[in-house]
């Protein structure tokens, strides 16, 4: 390898990569660091059990990718392709009965009707409101925060031009945005809806990958979170937004722009962990890896957790007291665990014999009542691995035969909770006891599940902290709690991408824009690193 960079990239994860491509777009040569076998971070595509069976082991599905990436970096002309998901199947636990969601209008409001005429009617018109509101929302995720509560002149700009692209948001409409940022989805969904089933299902998206259960406030947000996205093809459809899966699996999205940066002349490479980022008089200089190598550059951007960043790759001294504090405050806790399996079939569901083929390509959850979700996150939170766990499960080979043999299938598990203290005190055998019950859930509701499974993988926060570099297990650099978005996202003053270290900029998904594989952080942070560079070319010719 070279040791001089126009910029060096500390991490491979997506968000990396997107920031690797766009700076070698624009001219730069970036180096991109990572200290794992394959780039991608939490979105790969993984063999387990060998050729034959294909696991997206983490990050699961697509949404919230800006088309303007998907477009810039030319990824369909590197095989990026996203297939819409199907349904929301809710399977009860009686074996009776279930609910599927799937944005007809007709047949959600018939599925519905089984569960509730007040609800059947009141879904279209909570539908709406929320799609307002996300149509509001969404160009905020590609907005840089501004620096709130500075009197700056360049600064007070920037609140400025925030309120006026605001200006849209009526007495009615800043009330709905408020109650969005601070309600738990429980009490949003209690405003709206009286069925338990059809508050259980709806109360997903307010909890996933989430260390809250449906009755913390913010939750609400988290929802808002996974609705205003889109799968990746740049059409937001149906009512709660959309999500697809990549063929190939959530690898092929990081080949693509992986691919794509090394077209425009990115340098990557793997198996090089960074041990120091190097500074000189306040201004970052380059790095160093594990091995001794040193590699200069003008540009260094983190993709790394910023406790990795901030905590362990640079010297506390060199960053403001109030700073360090921030980021050692940083909350990333989780307690989820993939339980990934390969199945010989199909499960059968004992509510639905004659299950139609496009509901398996949807998300299947073991979400029965809020009441039953909060309950496995207080056991959680009292210290116990839930008895009862929730689920999210998709069967991405349903739509893409690529990943299993023929007539067999994968299946990714999200569920939630055990104590995100098991991050830093794993718990082996208790792990494997939940991923057990997990199991037994789907047994409930389609017997001889457990006979199907030919191979399993469980991952718990302490395997996602150190084999992917996920602190405390949280897939999201951080969790997504109103005191940790947009302006405090990752430390105040600091989520314009830059940090207090002059040439150090930020990327993760711990910044604005972060939460799911959205590339929005990669992307923002290589708009601010070019256009500083542009400021400080103009101030030497000045």
Known sequence: MQTRYDAVIVGGGHNGLVAAAYLARAGLRPVVLEARSTVGG?????????????????????SLMPQEIITDLRLRDFGYRVVPMGPSYLPLPDGKRSLTLSGDPAADHEQLSKFSARDAAAYPKYSAWLKDIA???????????????????????????????????DVRGSADVTRLFTMSIADLLDDWFESPEVKGLMCVNGIIGTWAG???????YVMMHHTIGDAGDGAMTGNFGSWGYPIGGMGAVSRAIA??????????????PVARILTRDGRATGVVLADGTQVDADVVVAATHPKITFLDQLDRQELPEEFVRDIERWRSRSGMVKVNVALDSLPEFSADPDLPSVVYSGAIEISPTMDYVERAFVDAREGRAAQAPFSDSVIPSTVDPSLAPEGHHVMSMFTQWVPHTWADDPRPDELEAYADRVVEQYELIAPGFTDKILHRQVIGPHEMQTEYHLIGGNMTHGELSVDQLFHMRPAPGYADFTTPIAGLYQSSSATHGGGGVTGIAGLQASQRVLHDRKRRSLRRSS
């Open 214 to 220: 449906p009755y913390e406030p913010g939750t609400a």
């Open 259 to 272: 691919d794509s940066a090394r077209s425009f002349g990115a340098e990557i490479l793997v198996d090089s």
């Open 135 to 169: 149509d509001k929302l969404h160009p905020l995720l590609l907005k840089q925060p501004p620096k709130v509560g500075s009197r700056r002149p360049m600064d007070l700009l920037g609140q400025a031009k925030l309120a006026w692209g605001m200006r849209d948001l």
């Open 42 to 62: 939490a979105a790969t595509t993984e063999t387990p059990w060998g050729p034959d069976y294909k696991m997206t082991s983490l990050a699961y599905v697509m």
